[in-house]
């Protein structure tokens, strides 16, 4: 079954709002890792966050991690129409050995 | 860039065609992976490489076949494909296997007709 899993899968917002993407994921973690795709290219990797670790901020970027509940969110603030692409969670599932991805969620900032 | 560069871009090729995607990796990493993505589904992913001993196949059709001649190049050796098998293939690296950070290449979209 799928580790790790976003919502919503679409998000469509107007420029400088803020934009909330969540993550959910079914087996314990080392850490979680969020990447962004624009369209048809390959992921960058944007941020990462430890199991021990509960927010992490890089730029515009904030994320966090409940383990309790096995999720995380991704926050961008003040968003710009050159966030548009696809962001995907991304679980490194003790015993699994592997990065497991997400189905994304395709965000659209409108000018 | 990411320092993970893949040609080429874009492939169309017949059912019957051989060809091979190639990856390359100039980031001293030592380890790379092909993902499979396919509309609306998850990152699949296909091959692990780990100082080019491959250390993964997830269950993968044999018209796939990965080559790792050195540490810094990957190749995805494509004969016999369906036309299921169109799909944007990428390839990424890490530093060290599994769970690090990976360097995505632009991919390959592959059409297969």
């Known amino acids: 079954s799928q580790q790790g899993e976003e919502d919503p899968q679409a998000l469509s917002i107007q420029e400088g709002e803020n934009a909330t993407m969540n993550c959910s994921y079914k087996?314990?973690?080392?850490?979680l890792q969020w990447y962004r795709q624009n369209s048809g290219r390959g992921l960058v990797h944007l941020i990462l966050?430890?199991?021990?670790?509960r927010e992490k901020h890089s730029g515009r970027l904030r994320v966090t991690l409940d383990t309790s509940k096995k999720s995380s969110s991704l926050l961008i603030t003040a968003s710009r129409a050159a966030d548009t692409a696809s962001y995907f969670c991304?679980?490194?599932?003790?015993?699994?050995?592997?990065?497991?991805f997400g189905t994304g969620t395709r965000l659209l900032v409108s000018p | 860039e990411t320092g993970v560069t893949q040609t080429p871009r874009h492939l169309v090729m017949g059912m019957t065609n051989k060809k091979s995607l190639k990856c390359e990796q100039h980031?001293?990493?030592?380890?790379m992976y092909w993902y499979k993505q396919s509309a609306k589904k998850p990152l699949e992913l296909m091959f692990v490489?780990?100082?080019?001993?491959?250390?993964e196949n997830n269950s993968v059709p044999s018209r796939f076949s990965p080559e790792c001649p050195n540490s810094s190049h990957l190749f995805l050796h494509l004969h016999t494909l369906q036309p299921e098998d169109s799909a944007l293939y990428l390839c990424?690296?890490?530093?060290?296997?599994?769970?690090?950070?990976?360097?995505f290449g632009p991919g390959t979209r592959l059409t297969v007709l």
């Open positions: 966050i430890r199991s021990n670790e």
């Open positions: 980031l001293g990493h030592n380890a």
């Open positions: 087996t314990s973690i080392n850490n």
């Open positions: 991304a679980t490194d599932a003790r015993g699994f050995q592997k990065l497991v």
């Open positions: 990424a690296s890490s530093q060290d296997l599994i769970t690090d950070t990976q360097y």
């Open positions: 490489y780990s100082l080019e001993e491959r250390v």
